[in-house]
């Protein structure tokens, strides 16, 4: 896949950033946004050459901000020898062609910026093939003139459109030869990651998974607690592919810890949906742990966001632990409205290891619940059920005498019913 943005050798690509103030944010959530979108454009390498914003009722349906305005920037544009407009918002693809057929120049969006840092940062065949998959469902119905040279310089030849076809028409198949292609390799890697999930699951150790905003402090909080090496960095989306290690908390308990993909405001829903294998691993946890940058102006905003995308993926309802990060470099303490709304989070300081005992001591508290402690008694001759046990429970202790065998074992509560049969009498 051809960079969405093109670093070129002699110099950075200018982009010019464009917020809009809508009726329904204020001016500070726009500050704010478009603040993180410089964040985002720095991260994707260019350089920022300006913006500008307009304060709108609701976006023009041709051109996203008005007309005029668009004529207006442009000249700053041409002036300031700019080569990639950035918007702060989701433009539609005629919206995307009317805006650079103003501009004269590339038009990106929020979520094509996103696409392009993910697509720079993928390390995984599987990461990268996710990224690809989504730029090109992303640039599928975007396809102009500007676009147009990417799947000729992918190199794919052979494949002669048939008589009158338009160059466009025949960028657009190749486009999707190439989507078909990734989605059935993509499913063979998937097939591979649920047998090793599946593999790992025997060992019957309950999985928990940092989630949360970008750049929180989730990978240090992995390395904190396992040793590992992740690339921990203050960038955003410094972690792309997931990464489990295996943490052992001073009871003695095993746990699974799965350090993810950072979470953004406005995260496009192809983003999601491209990432929805990688994410099983939060989809699957016992327990999340989401991490919050609490030194954060946003913070607040950040954990509504984490919490729309978790929705998104089906893990709203799971059992999360609100792990408050950064309290090192937090001016003060808590806010009270922050305290009283998450009662029960831990604060902790991933860098200094400040808070880390008690959050071991709390993650043991809400793990153990998951697995019911059952004493069953099972005849001897029913080998499929003893096999089963040790497939799902994880088994303290076990006697073989007479005719019946004897479990001690914890199992995940949705499995219970299967093996009421064989509980053992009290006694
Ligand atoms: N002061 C301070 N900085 C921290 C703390 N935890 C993490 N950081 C810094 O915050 C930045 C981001 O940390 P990461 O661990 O990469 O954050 P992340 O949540 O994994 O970010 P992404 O993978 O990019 O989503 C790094 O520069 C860390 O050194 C902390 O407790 N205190
Ligand atoms: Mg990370």
């Known amino acids: 896949m051809k960079a969405l943005i093109q670093t070129r050798d002699t110099r950075s690509i200018r982009a010019f950033l464009i917020g809009v103030e809508l009726k329904s944010a204020s001016a500070a959530d726009m500050r704010e946004s478009l603040a993180e979108l410089a964040e985002l454009a720095t991260t994707a390498g260019t350089e920022i050459a300006g913006e500008g914003t307009q304060k709108l009722a609701s976006p023009a349906a041709a051109t996203f901000i008005g007309r005029g305005k668009a004529l207006e920037f442009a000249a700053l544009c041409q002036q300031n020898d700019v080569d990639t407009v950035i918007f702060d918002e989701e433009l539609s693809p005629a919206q995307n062609r009317n805006l650079e057929k103003i501009f004269e120049c590339k038009v990106l969006d929020r979520t094509a910026l996103i696409l392009e840092i993910f697509s720079q940062r993928a390390r995984t065949r599987e990461g990268k093939m996710q990224i690809e998959l989504a730029q090109l469902e992303y640039l599928l119905p975007r396809l102009t003139r500007f676009w147009s040279h990417l799947s000729r310089q992918r190199g794919s030849t052979g494949s002669i459109g048939g008589e009158g076809e338009s160059q466009l028409e025949s960028d657009r198949r190749k486009l999707q030869e190439r989507i078909d292609k990734i989605e059935s390799e993509l499913d063979a890697v998937r097939r591979q990651r649920r047998t090793q999930r599946a593999g790992r699951q025997r060992a019957n150790w309950p999985l928990a998974s940092i989630v949360g905003y970008t750049n929180a402090g989730k990978s240090t909080l992995l390395n904190r607690l396992t040793g590992a090496h992740v690339l921990a960095e203050d960038k955003l989306f410094a972690t792309l592919d997931p990464t489990t290690r295996r943490l052992r ?22 983003l999601v949906e491209a990432f929805k294998a990688t994410l099983e691993e939060v989809v699957q946890a016992d327990l999340l742990l989401h991490v919050v940058d609490v030194s954060h102006p946003q913070a607040e905003e950040q954990i509504e966001a984490v919490n729309l995308v978790l929705a998104e993926i089906g893990a709203a309802a799971k059992p999360t632990l609100m792990v408050f990060n950064k309290i090192d470099q937090l001016a003060g303490s808590v806010s009270a409205v922050m305290r009283e709304k998450y009662a029960h989070a831990v604060c902790i300081s991933a860098k200094t290891g400040e808070g880390i005992a008690p959050l071991l001591s709390e993650i043991g508290t809400q793990l153990r619940p998951t697995r019911e402690f059952l004493d069953l008694r099972v005849p001897q001759e029913k080998a499929a059920v003893i096999a089963r046990i040790h497939a799902v429970g994880q088994v303290v202790s076990s006697r073989y005498t007479g005719k019946n065998a004897r479990f001690k074992v914890r199992i995940p509560p949705h499995l219970l019913e299967e093996f009421t049969p064989f509980l053992a009498a009290e006694a």
């Not at 908390?249 to 192809?270: A, E, S, Y």
């Open 249 to 270: 908390l001073p009871t003695k308990q095993n746990v699974l810890l799965t350090d993810t993909v950072g979470f953004i405001k406005k995260l496009p829903h192809g």
